[in-house]
């Protein structure tokens, strides 16, 4: 298994894929410090602003972890993983290295890789973003006071552990779609019509209620759209609660919700592996 995860990640780290969709994140998070950091040392320094509450200036010294999540930010996922895993396809590489390694494998070298890249690029991109506000600290508003090491640690910690569900939920989703459609357009256009749904949700069974009320809160309570979202604002302290009509409004735990995402999850990479296994790729 080792040897699979590693010869994914030789063929992965150069690709051009890796580069737009992955490391794109460090690049361009170094690009914009560096600008910042150009424009701090030569703009003209006035009346300094006042100090900003070390508790907002740790929340927003995490944005960056809110950026996978979004929807701009799991198409880049999903981009990512229609090439990871449908590329074998178009390449017509499945046949030279399916007899090497067990089937099973491959498709599990392939979210190992596709997670473990993202979460390099992410961790090397915030460590950036913190590295970049600390020398700017020094060209004019200095680091408010309270701020601690140990607080921002577990500010980012937490966020990054926020993200990493939507990120397991787009990367299982879209290998899925891959291992079915054969094709990189396809993976990437329905990943991003999953992504379109969700946002709209809401809307969508607002309008279903007024005609199948019943089945329609079965749906919101069972399909994933919801849970997603209702995980996201749980991370901010409260619940999402998502109004069907007068007397119907669908309100679930953190714990709940998690609970059927993971279940989502893990049925997206059963489906994956039970039909890769049986796929004629000769």
């Not at 030789?10 to 560096?34: D, E, F, G, N, S």
């Amino acid at each position: 298994m080792l040897d699979a995860v590693r010869a994914e990640a030789l063929k992965l780290r150069r690709h051009r894929a890796t580069w737009m969709m992955v490391w794109i994140y460090p690049i361009a998070i170094t690009l914009i410090v560096a600008g910042m950091l150009v424009y701090g040392a030569f703009r003209a320094h006035g009346v300094p602003a006042p100090a900003q509450p070390a508790l907002e200036w740790i929340r927003e010294s995490t944005t960056l972890w809110k950026l996978p999540a979004s929807p701009p930010g799991r198409f880049l996922i999903a981009g990512f993983c229609a090439v990871v895993f449908a590329g074998e396809y178009g390449w017509n590489t499945w046949k030279l290295i399916i007899p090497a390694r067990a089937r099973w494998q491959l498709i599990a070298a392939k979210w190992v890789v596709a997670l473990g890249f993202l979460t390099i690029a992410l961790i090397a991109a915030d460590l950036i973003t913190l590295i970049g506000s600390w020398l700017g600290s020094f060209q004019g508003d200095g680091i408010p006071a309270g701020v601690t090491l140990a607080a921002v640690l577990e500010a980012h910690w937490q966020a990054g552990a926020h993200a990493l569900l939507p990120i397991v939920y787009t990367i299982a989703f879209a290998g899925l779609f891959a291992i079915l459609t054969q094709s990189i357009l396809a993976t990437v256009i329905l990943s991003i019509a999953l992504v379109v749904i969700e946002g709209l949700w809401p809307l969508i069974g607002l309008f279903l209620h007024q005609y199948v009320p019943a089945l329609t809160e079965t749906l919101v309570r069972v399909l994933p759209f919801y849970h997603l979202a209702n995980l996201k604002t749980w991370a901010s302290g409260a619940g999402l609660t998502m109004p069907l009509g007068p007397d119907a409004v669908v309100s679930m735990s953190w714990a709940m919700s998690f609970a059927v995402l993971m279940g989502w999850i893990l049925a997206a990479a059963a489906a994956t592996q039970l039909r890769f296994l049986r796929q004629d790729l000769n």
